[in-house]
């Protein structure tokens, strides 16, 4: 099964750009590269997700590699309410149409005002 | 629209019983995920219901069962409870199953198992 690293921890300062690393060597072509994120106390959020172009929405833009084995989660301007836990999340549909859904450990970002 | 629903949002069981968790999904949603979530392991997947058939299970003993119903609500069932299964266990839906969809997670049901 295909794999995540991010790194534990991450800190940042307020209204300054976030970029959140996910190393993901092992992926395959149908793997999609999802981010999630966790507030303290609540259920994990949807953030972004994308296969292999970089993605844009509201909350934040996604950066993968072009080779897929890395991307990045980009914060523009980080607030004290994107303190969370950021998960990168491979979910791929295997031939015959399960489903493999594999976490990383997550990164705590921690943002200073 | 409401957002999924979970109950019990706490539970304290003994070991040995067992214990039956409910989810609520988004109106519409069909597919119904479950996780475990501990301090030690992080979230890790339990298992997927998409029209009342299972799709995919993570890699826990069969003590860890679910079913899904004809509404799309779907519960899960510990048996035989052990002091390990204390966790936050977590429940997602979306509109269908499959890696395209995000998944919208309740708030969790905290389980203590003494």
């Known amino acids: 099964d295909a794999k995540t690293t991010q790194p534990n921890s991450m800190e940042s300062n307020e209204e300054e750009p976030v970029h959140l690393p996910c190393n993901h060597s092992t992926i395959s072509g149908t793997d999609y590269i999802h981010w999630y994120r966790q507030l303290p106390s609540q259920g994990p959020e949807y953030v972004i997700h994308?296969?292999?172009s970089n993605v844009n929405n509201r909350m934040a833009s996604l950066a993968i590699a072009e080779d897929r084995k890395s991307s990045t989660l980009i914060l523009h301007r980080a607030t004290l309410r994107d303190a969370a836990v950021y998960y990168c999340?491979?979910?791929?549909?295997?031939?015959?149409?399960?489903?493999?859904?594999?976490f990383g450990k997550g990164t705590k970002l921690t943002v200073n005002p | 629209k409401a957002g999924v629903t979970q109950t019990p949002r706490y539970l304290i069981k003994t070991r040995g019983q067992q214990v039956t968790l409910s989810c609520s999904p988004i109106s519409g949603h069909r597919s119904v995920s479950w996780y475990q979530q501990t301090p030690g392991q992080g979230l890790q997947f339990l298992f997927e219901?998409?029209?009342?058939?299972?799709?995919n299970k993570g890699n826990f003993p069969g003590r860890f069962s679910g079913r899904q119903f004809s509404n799309s609500r779907s519960e899960m069932n510990v048996s035989t409870l052990e002091l390990g299964d204390s966790a936050l266990y977590l429940c997602?839906?979306?509109?269908?199953?499959?890696?395209?969809?995000?998944?919208?997670f309740g708030p969790g049901t905290r389980l203590t198992v003494t």
């Open positions: 219901y998409f029209s009342e058939t299972q799709r």
């Open positions: 999340i491979l979910r791929s549909t295997t031939q015959g149409g399960s489903e493999k859904l594999v």
């Open positions: 994308g296969l292999t």
């Open positions: 997602a839906s979306s509109p269908v199953a499959g890696p395209l969809y995000e998944q919208y």
